[in-house]
C-alpha cells in the first residue's frame, strides 16, 4: 500500500497500469490501482479524494471506475476535471449512482449529492446554457437507468432505456411514482486537460 507522499511504482509499472478505481472500497476492481481514504479498504494508494489533484500524471489511465463514489464526493464539477485529466483520450470514464428517487440516496448520511440521469449533460454538447461551469468536456457513451424491481418487471426500464425522449419524460414527470434506483454512466474525455485550479491560482499569486 502507497500514502501519496510515496514514490510510487517504477516506470515499468506505471507502464502496465491501465484502470484506477476511485474510492474502490473493500472491493477493488480486478487489476486495477484503487484509491481510497479509508486505510481498511483495499487500496492501492491512500488519498484524499476531495483534494487535488490525485497523485498520477496526467492521461495515466485507459479507464477510470467511480462505483457509488460520486455521490460522496464534496465537488461533482471539479471531481469530474480530475477524472478528465487522468484518462487518456478514447478512454472511458465509468460513473454508478443512485438516482436521487431510490431511498438508499437520502438514507445514507454520507450522501452530499442527489443526482439525475441528466445531471451529467453540462460536461458535453446539450449543456442546456450551462457549459461555463467547467472547461472539461466528455462525450456520453451510455446511459443506463435502473428502476426498482417492480417497475422493471412492467416493462418501464426498457422503454426509459431504450427512449431518451422517453427517459426525459419520466425524469419529467413520471420518476416519484415510477421510481429509479441507479444509473450506470460512460463517458469519453474530450480535449486537453484542465488546468488545476490550485495550480493556476498559486503561479498568479506568486
Not at 3 to 15: H, I, M
Not at 19 to 29: A, E, H, M, P, S
Not at 31 to 44: E, F, K, M, R, V
Not at 182 to 193: H, N, R
Amino acid at each position: 500500500m502507497w500514502d501519496c507522499a510515496g514514490t510510487g511504482r517504477s516506470e515499468t509499472e506505471k507502464a502496465e497500469v491501465r484502470t484506477l478505481d476511485v474510492g474502490c472500497g473493500i472491493r477493488k476492481y480486478p487489476g486495477s490501482i484503487g484509491i481510497d481514504l479509508n486505510p481498511a479498504s483495499a487500496a492501492d494508494v491512500i488519498c484524499d479524494l476531495d483534494r487535488f489533484p490525485y497523485p498520477f500524471a496526467d492521461r495515466t489511465f485507459d479507464q477510470l471506475r467511480a462505483i457509488h463514489v460520486i455521490e460522496h464526493l464534496t465537488d461533482v464539477i471539479r471531481s469530474m476535471e480530475e477524472f478528465h485529466r487522468l484518462v487518456k483520450p478514447g478512454g472511458r470514464v465509468r460513473i454508478e449512482t443512485p438516482h436521487y428517487t431510490d431511498f438508499s440516496s437520502f438514507c445514507d448520511p454520507t450522501h452530499k449529492h442527489h443526482l439525475n440521469s441528466f445531471s451529467f449533460r453540462y460536461f458535453g454538447d446539450n449543456h442546456g446554457g450551462f457549459g461555463y461551469y467547467t472547461q472539461a468536456k466528455f462525450r456520453e457513451i451510455s446511459v443506463r437507468v435502473k428502476l426498482l424491481a417492480f417497475w422493471r418487471w412492467l416493462g418501464f426500464e426498457a422503454l426509459v432505456n431504450r427512449f431518451p425522449r422517453f427517459r426525459k419524460f419520466w425524469e419529467f414527470y413520471l420518476c416519484y411514482v415510477v421510481r429509479g434506483k441507479a444509473m450506470e454512466l460512460e463517458f469519453e474525455p474530450i480535449g486537453p486537460p484542465v488546468p488545476d485550479r490550485g495550480r493556476a491560482a498559486g503561479s498568479k499569486a506568486g
